[in-house]
């Protein structure tokens, strides 16, 4: 497709321009110029350039997205029972510990077994995620033992603990069997002073594993409180998958999301959903790579995983919940497949068969027909119809070189290729994306290219895909942020990544797919920085970089308009589009300075209707403002009319600021 000319000035490179940055150079400066000729449509851009990258990264889906509020319900978190506490009155005789005799089952194995000689009250306290990650990437006994002592240290400072709401119910269920124990059990959610805020006995406890439910309905809301499950009988008791969910997930579903932070996604607008990861999909070693059969099913058979990034998964939001959480959003499945390479090991080429296997499964089960063994298994688990899996990256940051590890060219490329013929030959229809050009040694679809930098380098870049050879592959910009004075997520990035992003939307046909990344964090467990959404148990807002992915996806033209900019401050980044429905301009400018620009705006080919314009304007007083728990949405897009629009007028971009501007046309 032939690209469009873009007139725009040469960008000051290098240090020179870091420097400048944020510099109130635009007072001497002439008036800058923007025009668009509407008579000259380029390129489409791709209607999926805007979509969201989601990775079990900070806590973002156990204790994040995933609406379980017990941390390690399953015991199987650590050697000991991290994340639970002992509550045993002076009057009691117990003991506790974690039991492997009999599992609840095999891939469960871990129970926790209580022996009663002489009651009190006896029980155990779960505080929802209070605690921290484990440093580095060594998750071995050894370091998990010298870990635990800190993660109790973390979780006793932490008031970030189980957030219920008075009147709104919550559904408890644990697995439970006992011997010479005749019960009753009894579960409540309590400040953490032990007032009750509201409680429940469980009765019926016998020999075998039985699952039990309650409904807790607490009297007031807090957002610090803790679930204890106590006994004051004698006896011996084993409990497992001790949960507790609102009933108000994302779309009521069970095994739910959380609705509050699922919905921030959904104003994101995103088009498509990329899952597992990252990193997490990889795992340090092959040992910890992501297999998604383990993640299907009842959550009580799924054993879960150790995670790169700290801690480990309980795999609840499986792949099954992935999808559904694709079609609840109207995100087509963008999955990332391991192929036998994690960061530190690789799978020998003779022994990648059952990886590629996995891989096909995977696409079977999400579009398989129910015929089909695996999109049985979909049908099975509640969705006959097909999730219309459509792109299928094969594996990540795989063949980089990156020191850190993944692999190298010719270790990713004879992998590459055994899953890329494999997947086109069966699905010819799934698109494929690899990690790195792989062309012309094996054909590629889409290559993912990955950017972790400052804002400087981001503004510098801004013309990168200028002259992307259009012969060439497509390209997925699958991570990237400002990771360098970003603060905990500044608008200094967000400037950073917005004037990238107009060099994206303006070559929105080389660059068809983007998602920033990471998506989530919960700042106790924050592995990485920044993050587009900040949460904790009831609480979570947008960076400012948030709300720049959601005002290019809310706003993306369908066909390019060439703009040509003359700006001696090079302060300013544009793009312009038009939209296929109404017909509507939309100019995205993004003045990184520290001063107003005016901008006298030109139009050619064709006429604005009306003297009005619609505009959405992200801006910050400085570019290390943040947005907060307590100020969430200081710096947010505010809407507004404007008047005085004519094919030449002047308008003037705050400093340290994203504007979109919407004109009605004349077509
Ligand atoms: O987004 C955080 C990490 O950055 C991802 O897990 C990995 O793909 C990249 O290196």
């Not at 204790?63 to 045993?88: C, K, T």
């Not at 688990?381 to 190298?408: A, S």
Request: aromatic letters at 10%; one cysteine or more.
């Amino acid at each position: 497709m032939k690209q469009p000319t873009f007139l725009l000035p040469p960008l000051a490179l290098g240090l020179s321009f870091g420097l400048s940055f944020g510099l109130a150079s635009a007072a001497l400066s002439a008036p800058a110029t923007i025009s668009i000729d509407a008579s000259k449509p380029g390129a489409r851009v791709s209607p999926t350039l805007y979509g969201a990258f989601f990775e079990e990264i900070n806590r973002a889906g156990d204790g994040g997205i995933y609406a379980e509020m017990v941390q390690n319900r399953s015991f199987e978190d650590a050697p000991a029972p991290q994340a639970w506490q002992w509550l045993q009155t002076q009057d009691a005789k117990a003991t506790w510990r974690l039991d492997r005799t009999a599992p609840l089952h095999p891939k469960n194995p871990t129970s926790l077994r209580l022996d009663i000689f002489q009651p009190g009250r006896v029980g155990i306290i779960n505080q929802g995620f209070k605690g921290s990650t484990l440093p580095g990437k060594d998750n071995s006994e050894a370091a998990q033992a010298k870990w635990l002592p800190r993660f109790a240290e973390d979780a006793a400072k932490s008031r970030d603990g189980l957030a219920v709401q008075g009147g709104k119910t919550l559904l408890f269920s644990v697995y439970a069997r006992g011997q010479d124990f005749k019960g009753p059990l009894t579960v409540s959610l309590e400040k953490q002073d032990g007032t009750v805020l509201s409680s429940r006995k469980i009765s019926g406890i016998g020999t075998g594993w039985k699952q039990f439910e309650a409904q807790l309905r607490p009297t007031s809301s807090d957002t610090d409180a803790r679930l204890v499950v106590s006994a004051d009988r004698p006896g011996t008791l084993w409990l497992d998958m001790v949960s507790l969910f609102p009933r108000d997930t994302f779309k009521g579903r069970k095994n739910g999301l959380r609705a509050d932070l699922v919905q921030m996604i959904a104003a994101m607008k995103p088009t498509f959903l990329r899952f597992p990861g990252g990193s997490f999909m990889e795992g340090a070693t092959l040992k910890d790579a992501y297999h998604w059969k383990e993640t299907i099913g009842d959550v009580a058979t799924r054993p879960g995983h150790w995670n790169i990034w700290g801690y480990r998964s309980s795999d609840g939001l499986g792949f099954h919940e992935y999808l559904q959480m694709c079609e609840d959003l109207r995100a087509v499945p963008l999955y990332v497949a391991n192929c036998g390479m994690a960061e530190r090991d690789f799978v020998p080429l003779n022994q990648l068969q059952p990886w590629v296997e996995e891989a096909l499964d995977a696409i079977e089960y999400a579009n398989g027909p129910v015929t089909s063994t695996w999109g049985a298994m979909r049908a099975k688990n509640g969705h006959p119809k097909p999730f219309g899996l459509k792109y299928l990256e094969i594996g990540n940051e795989n063949g980089v070189g990156y020191p850190w590890g993944g692999g190298k060219r010719e270790d990713y490329l004879p992998r590459y290729k055994l899953f890329f013929d494999q997947i086109k030959a069966k699905y010819p229809d799934v698109i494929t994306i690899a990690n790195i050009d792989t062309e012309p040694d094996v054909p590629a679809e889409i290559v993912d290219e990955h950017y972790y930098e400052s804002a400087a380098w981001f503004m510098e870049q801004a013309t990168r895909y200028d002259n992307y050879d259009r012969k060439k592959r497509p390209l997925y910009l699958g991570e990237f942020a400002v990771t360098k004075e970003a603060g905990g997520g500044n608008m200094r990035a967000a400037l950073g990544e917005a004037a990238f992003m107009t060099g994206l939307e303006r070559n929105g046909d080389a660059v068809i797919l983007s998602s920033y990344a990471p998506l989530f964090v919960r700042p106790a467990w924050r592995r990485w920085n920044p993050n587009a959404i900040i949460f904790d148990g009831a609480r979570a807002f947008g960076t400012p970089s948030y709300y720049v992915q959601a005002m290019f996806a809310a706003h993306k033209g369908d066909v390019n308009l060439p703009v040509t900019l003359q700006d001696e401050t090079k302060m300013l980044f544009a793009v312009a589009g038009k939209l296929d429905k109404s017909g509507e301009i939309v100019l995205k400018v993004v003045n990184t300075g520290a001063a107003p620009s005016t901008a006298n705006i030109q139009l050619a080919g064709t006429t604005f209707l009306g003297s009005q314009a619609q505009t959405f304007v992200l801006s910050a007083e400085s570019p290390t403002d943040e947005n907060s728990f307590e100020a969430p949405t200081k710096i947010a897009p505010r809407a507004n009319t404007i008047s005085g629009v004519s094919s030449q007028f002047d308008h003037v971009f705050p400093a340290h600021s994203v504007s979109i501007l919407h004109f009605k046309t004349s077509r």
